[in-house]
């Protein structure tokens, strides 16, 4: 899966199948330990 660092990522999560969601939020959190101002978002 392609994916790229946004701002404001979380209210696009939503759209993606639960399980992916639930990648995406352990990529978020990784993430977030490195550079707290960015998430991890799949593009569409």
């Given amino acids: 899966m392609k994916v790229e660092f ?5 209210k696009d999560i939503s759209k993606f199948d639960k399980n992916i969601q639930l990648l995406i939020r352990k990529n978020i959190k990784e993430k977030l330990l490195i550079n707290p101002e960015y998430y991890l978002v799949p593009l569409v």
């Fill in 6 to 10: 946004t701002k404001n990522a979380e």
